[in-house]
């Protein structure tokens, strides 16, 4: 299910503020919380897209997004940035449902490594949550889902490419741009797009 079919069925209160955009109420750090705290065997990206349930996209988006900030090895933004990719292509195509690639739908990570991840996530989506709230969400039905996967598909790419700190601002203009699709707050989501512009002529500057 894309991020917009939760928004459907919610009908017209959705524009409001303080309406849920989807059906799970949790934020997306408690999800990670939650999912880390009971992990008893190795957590798969399927496992994943299923803690996040009808904001997949826009959850998944987000939390590749994040591991692009985490800091690791030189080189590691290729790995973590195609899926980054993967993810916002299938938002263009209006796909129902996220499709990942065998080599990573079965990849696992051990509950203490996942454990030791979310230590390093949920910080990061806390911060964001901060500022997030259901207002001002620009686009109807499915519009906006096509629409920013076009952007974050540019903002992948500049992930991808093995470049020093080409990929900070980008993967943090990604982030923002995710958790407000999964929680439709147009102000959140147009300052992730003002960043995500920058980082891309600071990209195309060097």
Same mark, same amino acid.
């Given at each position: 299910?894309?991020? #917009?079919?939760?928004?459907?069925?919610?009908?017209?209160?959705?524009?409001?503020?303080?309406?849920?955009?989807?059906?799970?109420?949790?934020?997306?750090?408690?999800?990670?919380?939650?999912?880390?705290?009971?992990?008893?065997?190795?957590?798969?990206?399927?496992?994943?897209?299923?803690?996040?349930?009808? %904001?997949?996209?826009?959850?998944?988006?987000?939390?590749?997004?994040?591991?692009?900030?985490?800091?690791?090895?030189?080189?590691?933004?290729?790995?973590?940035?195609?899926?980054?990719?993967?993810?916002?292509?299938?938002?263009?195509?209006?796909?129902?449902?996220?499709?990942?690639?065998?080599?990573?739908?079965?990849?696992?990570?051990?509950?203490?490594?996942?454990?030791?991840?979310?230590?390093?996530?949920?910080?990061?989506?806390?911060?964001?949550?901060?500022?997030?709230?259901? %207002?001002?969400?620009?686009?109807?039905?499915?519009?906006?889902?096509?629409?920013?996967?076009?952007?974050? #598909?540019?903002?992948?790419?500049?992930?991808?490419?093995?470049?020093?700190?080409?990929?900070?601002?980008?993967?943090?203009?990604?982030?923002?741009?995710?958790?407000?699709?999964?929680?439709?707050?147009?102000?959140?989501?147009?300052?992730?797009?003002?960043?995500?512009?920058?980082?891309?002529?600071?990209?195309?500057?060097?």
């Amino acid at each position: 299910m894309t991020a #917009t079919d939760a928004n459907e069925k919610l009908g017209p209160e959705n524009t409001m503020e303080g309406v849920q955009a989807d059906n799970d109420p949790r934020p997306l750090s408690q999800v990670f919380r939650d999912l880390s705290h009971s992990a008893t065997a190795p957590v798969s990206f399927t496992e994943l897209e299923d803690a996040f349930t009808d %904001r997949s996209f826009a959850a998944l988006l987000t939390f590749f997004a994040i591991l692009n900030l985490l800091p690791l090895p030189p080189g590691t933004g290729i790995v973590t940035g195609i899926p980054l990719v993967l993810v916002s292509v299938q938002m263009v195509m209006g796909r129902d449902s996220v499709w990942l690639p065998a080599f990573l739908r079965t990849k696992s990570i051990s509950p203490e490594r996942f454990r030791q991840v979310s230590d390093k996530v949920v910080p990061w989506l806390q911060w964001l949550e901060r500022f997030i709230k259901p %207002r001002n969400w620009p686009f109807g039905r499915k519009q906006g889902d096509r629409w920013l996967g076009a952007f974050t #598909t540019v903002l992948g790419m500049s992930v991808v490419l093995p470049m020093p700190l080409s990929n900070w601002l980008p993967a943090l203009a990604t982030a923002i741009v995710g958790i407000a699709l999964c929680e439709r707050d147009g102000r959140v989501l147009f300052a992730g797009l003002a960043l995500g512009v920058d980082s891309i002529a600071i990209g195309a500057g060097c």
